[in-house]
């Protein structure tokens, strides 16, 4: 799909976010390119979008690093990434995995995946974001239970508590249907629309609102996406 970037969690056999998977996140989001409009993330292989943290691999993390280690950071940059982000989870999602999930725009579950918070069992808990994120989604009963329980739930009951928003038999086609809907629109009105829902996901301001909206219509794409409406054609963005 044109505009789309894919970056792979790839740490066979579940994808346990280690060092290596934090830096290729550094890398994907402190260098996307011009051209790229949506980031999808994806698990490589069959079992797992991610099955959380590999704790024996941040003890053999670069100390010399100039990158902040562990989830959270690389979770706020995902998070803070100009463009929106999909999450597309397969089998599964737990732990660090679905701190970094959360920190996505947009979650798309095949529905064999399983999602959850397992760290109480190891008597720790959530410590990428999870707890934050979450109720913000769900909301705090929900996230409660989650973090408390160590419980997995199925993609359906995910989606049903809102903690992924589309369940699909087929993940390929379900990343086509939403990340290739996202690359067709303005590129510049979507960098308005993720940085006002981030500025204003914690309190209300209808003046950071009216400011995006008088930006967008005062952007090269404001005024091609009016002149192509009123000449019933499609819009040609330029992402300005």
Same mark, same amino acid.
């Given at each position: 799909?044109? #505009?789309?970037?894919?970056?792979?969690?790839?740490?066979?056999?579940?994808?346990?976010?280690?060092?290596?998977?934090?830096?290729?996140?550094?890398?994907?989001?402190?260098?996307?390119? @011009?051209?790229t409009r949506v980031? +999808?993330? %994806?698990?490589?292989?069959?079992?797992?979008?991610?099955?959380?943290?590999?704790?024996?691999?941040?003890?053999?993390? &670069?100390?010399?690093?100039?990158?902040?280690?562990?989830?959270? /950071?690389?979770?706020?940059?995902?998070?803070n990434a100009p +463009?929106?982000?999909?999450?597309?989870?397969?089998?599964?999602?737990?732990?660090?995995?679905?701190?970094?999930? =959360?920190?996505?725009?947009? %979650?798309?579950?095949?529905?064999?995946?399983?999602?959850?918070? /397992?760290?109480?069992?190891?008597?720790?808990?959530?410590?990428?974001?999870?707890?934050?994120?979450?109720? *913000?989604?769900?909301?705090?009963? *929900?996230?409660?239970?989650?973090?408390?329980?160590?419980?997995?739930?199925?993609? %359906?009951?995910?989606?049903?508590? #809102?903690? +992924?928003?589309?369940?699909? &038999?087929?993940?390929?086609?379900?990343?086509?249907?939403?990340?290739? %809907?996202?690359?067709?629109?303005?590129?510049?009105?979507?960098?308005?629309?993720?940085?006002? =829902?981030?500025?204003?996901?914690? !309190? *209300?301001? @209808?003046?950071?609102?009216? #400011?995006?909206?008088?930006?967008?219509?005062?952007?090269?794409?404001?005024?091609? #996406?009016?002149?192509?409406? =009123? !000449?019933k054609r499609e /819009?040609?963005?330029?992402?300005?």
């Amino acid at each position: 799909m044109t #505009g789309v970037q894919t970056v792979w969690l790839d740490n066979p056999p579940v994808n346990a976010v280690n060092s290596v998977i934090i830096d290729t996140l550094w890398d994907a989001f402190e260098n996307l390119s @011009d051209e790229t409009r949506v980031v +999808v993330l %994806r698990g490589k292989g069959e079992r797992a979008f991610s099955a959380g943290a590999d704790i024996a691999g941040f003890q053999g993390a &670069d100390a010399d690093s100039e990158r902040p280690g562990g989830i959270q /950071p690389v979770a706020d940059l995902v998070e803070n990434a100009p +463009v929106p982000v999909v999450a597309a989870v397969h089998g599964y999602c737990l732990g660090g995995g679905l701190e970094i999930a =959360l920190a996505c725009d947009v %979650r798309v579950a095949h529905v064999d995946a399983q999602l959850g918070f /397992p760290e109480v069992n190891l008597g720790l808990l959530p410590g990428g974001g999870g707890t934050q994120r979450a109720p *913000r989604l769900i909301g705090a009963g *929900r996230t409660a239970w989650l973090v408390m329980s160590g419980e997995r739930i199925p993609a %359906r009951q995910a989606e049903a508590w #809102g903690l +992924v928003e589309f369940v699909v &038999d087929d993940l390929d086609a379900g990343i086509e249907r939403v990340a290739g %809907r996202l690359a067709g629109q303005s590129p510049h009105a979507l960098r308005e629309i993720k940085k006002l =829902l981030r500025e204003t996901r914690d !309190e *209300r301001s @209808d003046e950071q609102e009216v #400011g995006a909206f008088v930006r967008c219509l005062q952007s090269e794409d404001g005024q091609e #996406g009016v002149a192509a409406f =009123l !000449e019933k054609r499609e /819009p040609r963005w330029t992402g300005r």
